[in-house]
C-alpha cells in the first residue's frame, strides 16, 4: 500500500477521539510553577529569565498601551515555541502544520486589535485604508486595496507557520528516507545525505523557534497600529 508523505500532518485518533487536544495540552505540563519558597531551583530561575527576556523582546515595538497584552503575547510565543519543538521529535505529532489551529489563534486575536483599534481611536484606524496624499481618481481603489490587505493578515499568519512547518517536515521526510534506501547501496552517499539531513534538522529546529517569533511579532505590529 503507498502511504502519502501528507499522512504525517494527519491528526492521530486514540479510540476514536482526537489526540490534538493532547498535544495542544502538553506543552502547559512541561512547565513547572513557581513554588512558595524564598529561593526557587535553577531551572525555574532559567525559565523566569528566558520568560523575562522574552516580554522584553515582543514589547519592544508597543507603546505602554499595548503592555497590557504582555501575558498573553508571551504565553502565546511559548506555546508556539513548544509545540514545535515538540513536533520535531519522532513519533510525534505537530498541531501548528494544521491550518484549523494555526487560523483558529490568528483570526481572534488579528480581530482583537482591530475591534480595540475602532473603538479607541476609529479615525486613526480608518486613516490606515487611505493613505494621506493619494489623488482623487484612486482613492476608491486604494480603499479596497488596503481593505483587502487588512482582511488578509490572518489568514497570512496561519499560512505562514503552516506552510513553513509542513515544508520542513516534508523535506525532513523525504532525506531520511534517501538516507535510509542508499545506505545498503551507496554508503559513502549515504553518509553523505545523513549529514545533510543533520544539518537539516538544526535549520528546522532554528525555524521553529523563529516563525513563533515572527508569528507573535507580527502580532505586536498590528497591536501597535491599534493601540
Known amino acids: 500500500m503507498t ?3 501528507f499522512d504525517q500532518f494527519m491528526s492521530p485518533t486514540l479510540l476514536g477521539v482526537p489526540l490534538i487536544v493532547l498535544a495542544t495540552t502538553f506543552p502547559w505540563i512541561m512547565y513547572p510553577t513557581p513554588t512558595a519558597r524564598w529561593l526557587n531551583s535553577r531551572f525555574l530561575t532559567l525559565q523566569g529569565w528566558l520568560v523575562n527576556r522574552f516580554t522584553q523582546q515582543l514589547l519592544l515595538p508597543l507603546n ?3 503592555h497590557k497584552w504582555a501575558a498573553l503575547l508571551t504565553s502565546l510565543m511559548i506555546f508556539l515555541v513548544t ?5 520535531l521529535l519522532p513519533h510525534t505529532f505537530t ?3 494544521q491550518l484549523s489551529l494555526n487560523l483558529g489563534l490568528a483570526l481572534p486575536l488579528w480581530l482583537a486589535t482591530v475591534i480595540m483599534g475602532m473603538r479607541n481611536q476609529p479615525t ?3 486613516g490606515h485604508l487611505l493613505p494621506e496624499g493619494t489623488p482623487g481618481p484612486l482613492i476608491p481603489v486604494l480603499i479596497i486595496i488596503e481593505t483587502i490587505s487588512l482582511f488578509i493578515r490572518p489568514l497570512a499568519l496561519g499560512v505562514r507557520l ?3 512547518l509542513t515544508a520542513g517536515h516534508l523535506l525532513i ?9 542508499l545506505t545498503p547501496l551507496m554508503p559513502a552517499v549515504a553518509l553523505l545525505t545523513s549529514t545533510v539531513l543533520i544539518l537539516l534538522t538544526l535549520l528546522e529546529v532554528a525555524v521553529a523557534m523563529i516563525q513563533a517569533y515572527v508569528f507573535v511579532l507580527l502580532l505586536t505590529l498590528y497591536l501597535q497600529e491599534n493601540v
Open 173 to 181: 521526510q523525504l532525506v531520511s528516507t534517501a538516507a535510509f534506501v
Open 162 to 164: 503552516t506552510a513553513n
Open 95 to 97: 498541531p501548528t502544520t
Open 64 to 66: 505602554l498601551g499595548g
Open 124 to 126: 486613526h484606524a480608518l
Open 83 to 87: 509545540m514545535n519543538m515538540l513536533g
Open 3 to 5: 502511504v502519502s508523505l
